[in-house]
């Protein structure tokens, strides 16, 4: 079956309204009266309640049905009653952790792997990847392993950016993304800047948004990906 | 034995040469003659060697011996030929994972138990708290843990500071921690900013430096802790 996912970068670009910036890109895959399970684990802070609500209410226009894994006894078994798998942003270690925790890794693996469409934003687009070692959260909780979905064979940086705070000794995201490819050469990442996504049909894998990606991976580092670039190398 | 460790937010402040800020405290601990077993795991994009002299240059007029850990075929036994511990910065998770593959944990902590200094900054301070979980860094690696060494029984996160990137969509540090008192309501988290240290003696902890350090606990949030306070309460 052909896989079709959409890997956004964030829930919202600048001050836009919640995940409006994304709408364009959402229609492609969420159809009127399409039914979507929405992951809300990434969610700390913020119930589980208040995330559905505000998730459905941003996705209106679309005329979809956003039922929340939270309110469904068995989440694994509520996959088979819908079209679509939604997961929201968040923290990632938590998302990762709640993932494992209701055996739903395998469980979406294969969803998507037969054809289910799957719409990730930030943490939920982080999951996504080969593993979470690319995340830019922080690990407030121990997940079973840094593993996750591996539903494209790369890994994924999302809200890329190369800012740094004037004045403050850190790391900038590139030199963070470098240090993972001194650790793990063999693994491409795709850094993705707020606005952006990368959209998966099949076998092509497109750059979405007006906003350059970046490859890094053994000794490429910080490579640009034009805007509206196909990708589908890297799957 | 009495405990003495000094746990630095960061080994610069500002443009301020390496380490150079740290001199007056470290000299407290680090005295002229004493041999200094260096831990450089957390360094990932340098090498040890390099790593090994910049300290060692950083720190000569302090005139003490500083041996690394790379060099030694048994760094456990080698911590029997030294007088003090010196664990340096870069990436927590891969300094963790490096410290677990060496059999350091429980040695390190016997030792500095038994009275052994130890000097810590950036990744070196957060790995001397109860656990990783409030580290600012990217999980490049996957620890077999993110239990820490502990030395002290709460969390500490260095560099820390509430800079929000102009129209970046993440959360604030204070927001990140927020989210780990969620996750874990019972266990301290000290933020300490760039220049700013916690010095321990004993039963006595107090923060050092010119700036105000903050602490999260429960639904204890960003409350205050000015300069020089006695922090002992912690321990």
Chains 1, 2 share one sequence.
Request: proline share 7%; with cysteine.
């Amino acid at each position: 079956m052909s896989q079709s996912m959409l890997l956004l970068s964030s829930s919202r670009v600048g001050d836009t309204p919640y995940l409006s910036h994304a709408l364009p890109m959402l229609e492609k895959l969420v159809k009127p009266g399409s039914r979507w399970l929405f992951i809300p684990y990434a969610g700390v802070s913020i119930s589980y309640d208040d995330y559905q609500q505000r998730v459905a209410e941003a996705l209106g226009s679309l005329g979809c049905q956003v039922c929340s894994a939270h309110e469904c006894p068995d989440p694994v078994a509520a996959l088979d009653e819908v079209d679509g798998i939604m997961v929201g942003g968040g923290n990632t270690f938590h998302l990762l952790h709640e993932l494992y925790r209701h055996n739903l890794i395998d469980a979406i693996r294969d969803k998507v792997k037969n054809g289910m469409p799957y719409v990730g934003w930030s943490a939920g687009s982080n999951v996504a990847g080969k593993s979470i070692r690319t995340t830019n959260d922080m690990p407030i909780i121990e997940p079973p392993s840094f593993d996750a979905l591996a539903l494209v064979p790369f890994q994924i940086n999302p809200h890329y950016s190369d800012y740094q705070a004037p004045g403050h000794n850190g790391e900038t995201r590139a030199q963070r993304l470098q240090e993972f490819t001194c650790v793990d050469p063999l693994s491409p990442v795709v850094g993705i800047c707020e606005g952006s996504a990368i959209f998966r049909q099949g076998d092509a894998l497109v750059l979405k948004g007006d906003k350059s990606g970046y490859l890094f991976e053994g000794t490429t580092q910080k490579e640009e990906i034009q805007p509206g670039s196909d990708i589908s190398f890297l799957l």
